[in-house]
């Protein structure tokens, strides 16, 4: 079992930045890939970025050169820094672990919206 608890999110201007941040405790000892979905009103949710155990990134095209995730260097918790944000940033955004041996788990999710 891994429980994750993401914060971070808020109300941003067009413009602006956040980090989120994910902590993940439990069975860490077997996480791998550490990923960041979004859902935003009446769409499906959708993988923004993810990190593997090695560092290797992954990144949606929409999001390329304005946002980075990282983890540390226990690899327990996990960022998503992001800026330049627009209209269409705005989603609940949920971390997500996949662990080595099999098992995904979710975060409860942490709003972000994006304001004119």
């Known amino acids: 079992q891994v429980q994750l608890v993401e914060s971070g999110g808020g109300l941003v201007q067009v413009g602006g930045s956040l980090r989120l941040s994910c902590a993940a405790s439990?069975?860490?000892?077997?996480?791998?890939?550490m990923g960041w979905y979004r859902q935003a009103p009446g769409k499906q949710r959708e993988l923004v970025a993810s990190?593997?155990?090695?560092?290797?990134?992954n990144y949606v095209d929409s999001v390329k050169g304005r946002f980075t995730i990282s983890r540390d260097s226990t690899k327990t918790i996990g960022y998503l820094e992001m800026n330049s944000l627009t209209f269409d940033d705005t989603a609940v955004y949920y971390c997500?672990?996949?662990?080595?041996?099999?098992?995904?788990?979710w975060g409860q999710g942490t709003q972000v919206t994006v304001s004119s």
């Open positions: 439990g069975n860490i000892a077997t996480i791998d890939v």
């Open positions: 997500n672990v996949r662990l080595l041996f099999g098992g995904v788990y």
């Open positions: 990190i593997t155990g090695g560092g290797i990134t």
